[in-house]
């Protein structure tokens, strides 16, 4: 009797506001650990079958999404834009309800990576998740190679214009002769990273340049809605020099 008083009290759940729960874990925003804790519903499997029995293409619509929206945030992965800038609406819907943590930025990193470990998508080239704080950390590294490859200002001076404590200039300007042949400027990633990301680079020069967006998205085969992001992350950054 309790299991088919669960039954029905699942179906109505699912079904009522026009089937809102329904469309709510189709569309990723709820999952199943939410319906049993809502429902009151201890049964894993009679959540399964009353999903199956309303909607027997449920699981089928729900997964379709899902990988579309692991690609979305993949694609933003292997251009190296920082996960804040990520449309906010996708990332719930891939996360559920753990994508509503924008105050734990790194419990959100973790859901995200899970979720890429799930789908292991061909087109993930594996790069880290950048948070915007770590971008501006690449970004102000390579303003101190770049400084200190012009030879015209001397360490404090190009500390003070960054933001960073002194000896820590003396530590990139180390670091960076000691890879003179390698290449390697920043020191915690992939080359294949840092070389998306020194194009990036390139790309917000040009846009100061006065290349048009478009122009850009043409030349560099990036999508115009990725170079904005792009733009928007590199502006925050440099908002906070001291020229």
Same mark, same amino acid.
């Not at 419990?107 to 899970?114: G, N, S």
């Not at 061909?122 to 770049?146: A, N």
């Not at 180390?174 to 840092?194: A, N, P, W, Y």
């Not at 048009?212 to 925050?236: C, D, G």
């Given at each position: 009797?309790?299991?088919?008083?669960d039954?029905?009290?699942? /179906?109505?759940?699912?079904?009522?506001?026009?089937?809102?729960?329904?469309?709510?874990?189709i569309?990723?925003?709820?999952?199943?650990?939410?319906?049993?804790k809502?429902?009151?519903?201890?049964?894993?499997?009679?959540?399964?079958? *009353?999903?199956?029995?309303?909607?027997?293409?449920? +699981?089928? /619509?729900?997964?379709? @999404?899902? &990988?579309? =929206?692991? $690609?979305?945030?993949?694609?933003?992965?292997?251009?190296? @834009?920082?996960?804040?800038?990520m449309?906010?609406?996708? @990332?719930?819907?891939?996360?559920?309800?753990?994508?509503?943590?924008? #105050?734990?930025?790194?419990? $959100?990193? %973790? *859901?995200?990576?899970?979720?890429?470990?799930m789908?292991k998508?061909?087109?993930?080239?594996?790069?880290?998740?950048?948070?915007?704080s770590?971008? +501006?950390?690449?970004?102000?590294?390579?303003?101190v190679?770049?400084? *200190?490859?012009?030879?015209?200002?001397?360490?404090?001076?190009?500390?003070?214009?960054?933001?960073i404590?002194p000896?820590?200039?003396?530590?990139?300007?180390?670091?960076?002769?000691? &890879?003179?042949?390698?290449g390697?400027?920043?020191?915690?990633?992939?080359? /294949?990273?840092? %070389?998306?990301?020194l194009e990036?680079?390139? $790309?917000?020069?040009?846009?100061?340049?006065?290349?048009?967006? /478009?122009?850009?998205?043409?030349?560099?085969?990036? %999508?115009?809605? #990725?170079v904005?992001? =792009? @733009?928007?992350?590199?502006?925050?950054?440099?908002?906070?020099?001291?020229?």
């Amino acid at each position: 009797m309790t299991e088919t008083n669960d039954s029905k009290k699942l /179906e109505s759940y699912l079904t009522e506001n026009n089937k809102k729960k329904l469309k709510e874990y189709i569309n990723g925003f709820i999952n199943v650990g939410d319906i049993k804790k809502e429902a009151e519903i201890k049964n894993t499997s009679l959540v399964y079958y *009353a999903l199956d029995k309303i909607s027997p293409n449920a +699981q089928e /619509e729900r997964e379709k @999404i899902q &990988h579309q =929206l692991c $690609m979305e945030v993949v694609e933003y992965i292997n251009r190296v @834009i920082p996960f804040e800038r990520m449309n906010q609406k996708n @990332i719930k819907q891939l996360l559920g309800r753990k994508g509503n943590v924008a #105050l734990k930025p790194e419990m $959100m990193k %973790a *859901a995200i990576t899970r979720k890429r470990n799930m789908y292991k998508l061909e087109e993930d080239k594996g790069f880290d998740l950048v948070s915007q704080s770590r971008f +501006q950390t690449w970004y102000k590294t390579l303003c101190v190679y770049r400084d *200190a490859q012009k030879g015209e200002d001397k360490p404090y001076q190009i500390a003070k214009r960054y933001g960073i404590i002194p000896r820590k200039i003396y530590d990139k300007l180390k670091f960076f002769e000691e &890879h003179k042949d390698d290449g390697r400027i920043i020191s915690t990633v992939s080359m /294949e990273q840092q %070389a998306v990301f020194l194009e990036n680079v390139d $790309m917000f020069d040009l846009y100061k340049d006065g290349v048009t967006v /478009e122009e850009i998205s043409k030349q560099y085969n990036v %999508a115009e809605n #990725l170079v904005n992001e =792009l @733009i928007v992350s590199f502006e925050e950054v440099e908002s906070k020099f001291n020229k």
